[in-house]
């Protein structure tokens, strides 16, 4: 079974969860590559915002939707060189959702799979690497590949509005080695575990982060999670 769909000059492999150019490897955060490889696998259909959602969070989760899928898109047409205006690759169709537009090559039994990703059972290719998040009680924010900034800081990754909390206070970085707590120079600090920290610290499942008076439990999940964001602040289009 072929593992790659084909469109324009970029290969996007399944399995390996990559987008690639004849450059190499061109960078995607997770949610962004879970909404283009969607899209692609459904090249020509109009796929509804209320399907991504469903998709990609299911139904009993509580994030801010609308404003979710509007970054994702927009980071997807800013790695493809896309228009929104002139679109080569992802059409908007207003209120309603996206299609992708342009002619996708690729073996037609990996095609015939697209009614499990956009089913309600996990997808093959949402399982193919950890994901990440932290949780404070019932909210969960799933943590993307690259550096999150949590602090009071409306622009942080992971909005955290508590005054014992710095504007900029600490980051994970999530990378092929797995996830890397560092402070940023914090007022109150950073512990794990209990211990302040004062260098970059890997974490690993379970690890209770204190930043400041919160704390935050790390978790390590096989597949996507349900997540609701401490404090996500993201423009909309």
Not at 10 to 31: H, I, Q, S, T
Not at 35 to 46: D, N
Not at 89 to 100: A, I, N, P
Not at 173 to 178: L, P, V
Request: charged share 20%; hydrophobic share 40%.
């Amino acid at each position: 079974m072929i593992d790659c769909l084909r469109f324009a000059e970029f290969e996007l492999d399944l399995g390996a969860f990559a987008l690639r150019c004849p450059d190499g490897p061109l960078r995607l955060e997770k949610l962004p590559m879970e909404v283009l490889i969607l899209l692609v696998q459904r090249a020509g259909t109009l796929v509804l915002r209320s399907e991504l959602r469903a998709t990609l969070w299911g139904p009993d989760v509580y994030v801010e939707y609308d404003s979710a899928i509007n970054t994702a898109v927009r980071k997807i047409r800013r790695t493809l060189g896309d228009d929104a205006d002139h679109p080569r690759f992802v059409e908007t169709v207003v209120g309603k959702g996206y299609r992708f537009i342009a002619p996708v090559e690729g073996d037609a039994t990996l095609h015939a799979q697209s009614s499990v990703c956009h089913g309600r059972s996990p997808a093959r290719w949402q399982c193919v690497f950890p994901s990440y998040s932290v949780k404070r009680g019932q909210q969960e924010f799933i943590l993307e590949a690259g550096e999150t900034v949590f602090g009071r800081d409306p622009n942080a990754g992971v909005y955290v509005d508590h005054p014992s909390v710095s504007r900029r206070h600490a980051s994970i970085a999530i990378g092929s080695q797995g996830a890397v707590l560092q402070d940023l120079e914090s007022r109150n600090g950073t512990f794990v575990d209990g211990r302040r920290i004062d260098r970059p610290t890997h974490i690993d499942h379970g690890a209770l982060i204190a930043l400041g008076a919160i704390t935050l439990t790390f978790i390590v999940m096989a597949a996507a999670a349900s997540t609701q964001p401490i404090g996500l602040r993201q423009p909309t289009v």
